[in-house]
């Protein structure tokens, strides 16, 4: 395959998690990929260094995606170094518990700015740009359908984001591009564990009827289908990930 005819894929909060894992199996599909990082340059860096060694292509990109012009950044530089872009992941997002009596202004803002915010503003640049034939594939969580206390300001952001999806599947459709949501259950990155006891990770991982956490390949897997050509007809859905939790 020459360059021309290689995919482009930008993957948003690639250094570390599942953003990592999707940036790698894009890459071991053919794709080249846009390593966006907000703080972590050396996990970015050292995993295009990896892929590169594997023959692929890959671009690290620092960009805040929770600022106005984070997602634009990372166009401008996958257009610049590799092309048109193909595959929009908009996967960065945080996660601050919290019953909603005690959420403070601020922590609502920084999640609806990353969570909402960077994912809106990834669709109206994926709608503007994306070649025809394109995918976008964005982060929801299965909290949406658990709903359970603490979880109300994450859930709606993911909530929001899968009204978006639904939506901007008919928006784009006539252009042959698929728009689709990922929604894992407990996954084991960071996110997940932070705050977590030993004792309370493995209860969830027990309560999963595969008697375990997913992995970040797990969802990689998914994603990379949504993003392949025999993923074509499958718009505005999302696809929870989570070994059967809801
Ligand atoms: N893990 C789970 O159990 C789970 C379950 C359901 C849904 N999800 C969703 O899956 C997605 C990935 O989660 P994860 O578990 O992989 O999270 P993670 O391990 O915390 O990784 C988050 C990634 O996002 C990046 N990031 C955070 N803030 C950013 C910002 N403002 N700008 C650019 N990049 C930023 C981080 O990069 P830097 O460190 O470089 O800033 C990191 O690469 C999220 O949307 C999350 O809501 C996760």
């Not at 999640?111 to 640049?125: P, T």
């Not at 784009?172 to 689709?180: A, E, K, P, Q």
């Not at 949501?181 to 999963?208: C, H, I, Y």
Request: negative net charge.
């Amino acid at each position: 395959m020459s360059e021309h005819d290689q995919r482009v894929a930008i993957v948003t909060g690639a250094s570390r998690g599942i953003g990592a894992a999707v940036a790698r199996r894009l890459a071991k599909d053919g794709i080249a990929v846009v390593v966006n990082y907000g703080r972590g340059r050396e996990e970015a860096e050292t995993m295009v260094g990896q892929i590169e060694a594997a023959g692929g292509r890959a671009l690290a990109v620092q960009a805040d995606i929770g600022e106005p012009s984070g997602v634009r950044t990372l166009f401008e530089a996958a257009e610049q170094t590799f092309g048109n872009v193909n595959i929009l992941i908009n996967n960065a997002g945080m996660m601050r518990l919290g019953r909603l009596a005690e959420v403070d202004d601020a922590e609502f803002d920084v999640q609806v700015a990353l969570n909402l915010g960077g994912v809106f503003r990834g669709m109206r640049e994926g709608a503007r740009r994306l070649q025809e034939g394109g995918r976008i594939v964005s982060f929801s969580s299965s909290v949406v359908g658990l709903c359970q206390p603490a979880y109300g300001v994450y859930a709606a952001t993911k909530a929001a984001v899968e009204a978006m999806t639904h939506v901007l599947a008919k928006e784009l459709g006539g252009r042959g591009i698929t728009v689709n949501a990922v929604a894992p259950g407990p996954v084991e990155t960071e996110f997940f564990l932070a705050g977590k006891s030993e004792e309370q990770v493995r209860a969830v991982a027990e309560a999963n009827p595969f008697g375990r956490l997913g992995q970040p390949e797990d969802i990689a897997e998914v994603v990379a289908y949504l993003a392949s050509p025999e993923g074509r007809w499958i718009s505005g859905q999302v696809i929870r990930a989570n070994g059967g939790i809801v």
